[in-house]
C-alpha cells in the first residue's frame, strides 16, 4: 500500500487573533458613537471575530449605562432584538447618535486642517525641498 502524505497548513499561515482593548460606551452626552463604532469594528478585524452572534455579544459586553439599559430591553432576548451586528449599529446609531453628528465630526476634522504657514512654509522655503 502507498504511503499518503497530507499538507498540514503551517503554523505562521494561520490569522492569530490579536486582542484589542475598546472602551464601553454608555450613551451619555458628549461620547462619539460613531468613532466608538469604529473602535469596535476594528477590534472585530484584529480579533477575528466574523460570525454575527459573537459580533452582537462583543458590542453588548462593551455596553453600559443607559445604552446597556436600551439594548436589554430592546425585546425578551437580545438574540431576537439584535439578530446581525448590522441591524444593532443601525439601532444604536437610531437611538444615541444625534442626526446631525457625522455633519459635526467632519465639520471638526476639516476646521483643523493647518495652513501651509503654521508649519514655516513660505515660498522661499521650497526651492530647499
Known amino acids: 500500500m502507498p504511503t499518503r502524505y497530507v499538507s498540514v ?14 472602551k464601553n460606551y454608555s450613551g451619555k452626552e458628549g461620547e462619539n458613537l460613531i468613532l ?3 473602535e469596535i469594528e476594528m477590534a472585530m478585524i484584529s480579533g477575528l471575530i466574523k460570525l454575527d452572534h459573537q459580533q452582537v455579544s462583543l458590542v ?3 455596553l453600559d449605562g443607559r445604552a446597556i439599559e436600551w ?5 425578551t ?7 446581525t451586528w448590522e441591524s444593532l449599529k443601525s439601532q444604536l446609531v437610531q437611538v ?3 442626526p446631525n453628528q457625522v455633519y459635526c465630526v467632519r465639520s471638526r476634522f ?4 493647518q495652513e501651509p504657514k ?8 521650497s526651492k530647499r525641498l
Do not use: N, Y
Open 9 to 22: 497548513p503551517d503554523e505562521e499561515a494561520r490569522p492569530r487573533p490579536l486582542r484589542v482593548e475598546v
Open 36 to 38: 466608538w463604532l469604529r
Open 118 to 125: 503654521s508649519f514655516g512654509f513660505t515660498p522661499r522655503h
Open 96 to 98: 444615541f447618535s444625534p
Open 71 to 75: 439594548a436589554l430591553t430592546c425585546s
Open 60 to 62: 453588548i459586553s462593551k
Open 77 to 83: 432576548s437580545v438574540d431576537l432584538a439584535f439578530s
Open 110 to 113: 476639516l476646521s483643523t486642517r
